[in-house]
């Protein structure tokens, strides 16, 4: 990781793993310092990529995620599944729709990208040995028209909202106080996230009149079989939850 004047240059994933390089990282981005991330920080998301050993990388075998520690090493590894998912799928935004896209949206598109690799780093670094590893998406994205720009911020915005329901939906389950903050904190960006998406999807002044940037007063909040399903089909691994208390019953309020 190297410095110019305001400019923090990464060049892998793993500078933002080490303590120290960490620290600088974030005190200059809170600032109003600028990350520059280069090509060798998003090698780990690549979609050809394979698991590491122990995972199982393309056989489909079974991870894992065990709710009953008490440090909430299932909930956290499980948040860490959905972010390496949402960087993959920038990254190959990023990589394969450049020409569909304006520089605008390119430019939003690399901030989801980067804001998605730094959850990933993250949630690795915190989970240390308990992490599940990097997960084969040898299959991933198949279905998606990188060349089509209403097929890219279509599958965008539904990768964000799936994101935003799965950390509303396993907040209950966290039993830590300092990993429910987080997860608080990092479910407003998923949010603005699918607010900017939806807004790039349909940008006309009648869309913004009806509230399509947020189309209803309260988001969804699904547990996590639900959104084990969904994205069953972009990861070779199959994610289970173990020792999952029972959800309480969300109440959801009619919208306003």
Same mark, same amino acid.
């Given at each position: ?19 120290? &390089? =960490?620290?600088?990282?974030? =005190? ?13 920080? $998003? ?15 393309? &056989? ?28 993959? $799928? ?5 990589? =394969? %729709?450049?020409?569909?896209? !304006? ?11 980067? @804001?998605?690799?730094? @959850?990933?780093? $993250? /949630? ?21 028209? /990188?060349?089509?720009? !209403? ?30 903050? &987080? ?9 603005? @996230? ?8 349909? +940008? %006309?002044?009648?869309?913004?009149? %009806? ?6 007063? $309260? ?33 959801? +309020?009619?919208?306003?």
């Amino acid at each position: 990781m190297t410095y110019h004047q305001q400019t923090v240059v990464v060049e892998t994933a793993d500078q933002l793993l080490q303590p120290k &390089t =960490r620290r600088s990282f974030l =005190r200059l981005l809170a600032t109003g310092g600028t990350a520059v991330l280069l090509p060798g920080m $998003f090698a780990a998301c690549d979609d050809d990529d394979g698991g590491p050993a122990g995972l199982g990388g393309g &056989t489909g075998s079974t991870v894992t995620l065990d709710f009953s520690d008490a440090n909430d090493v299932g909930g956290l590894n499980y948040a860490y599944a959905l972010e390496q998912l949402e960087a993959a $799928f920038y990254a190959q935004v990023v990589a =394969r %729709s450049g020409a569909v896209l !304006t520089a605008d949206e390119a430019s939003i598109m690399a901030d989801i990208r980067n @804001h998605e690799a730094i @959850h990933a780093a $993250f /949630f690795r670094q915190v989970l240390g040995a308990g992490a599940i590893g990097a997960l084969d998406m040898s299959r991933t994205f198949t279905s998606i028209d /990188f060349a089509s720009r !209403t097929a890219v911020l279509t599958a965008a915005r539904d990768f964000e909202d799936t994101g935003v329901a799965a950390y509303n939906g396993a907040a209950q389950y966290l039993k830590q106080g300092a990993n429910a903050l &987080t997860a608080a904190k990092i479910v407003s960006v998923e949010a603005r @996230h699918a607010a900017v998406i939806r807004d790039m999807l349909d +940008p %006309s002044a009648t869309a913004q009149a %009806s509230a399509s940037f947020a189309p209803r007063a $309260f988001d969804d909040a699904l547990d996590v079989p639900v959104i084990v399903a969904r994205v069953d089909d972009y990861i070779v691994q199959r994610l289970e939850a173990a020792n999952k208390p029972e959800p309480v019953q969300i109440i959801t +309020p009619p919208d306003a």
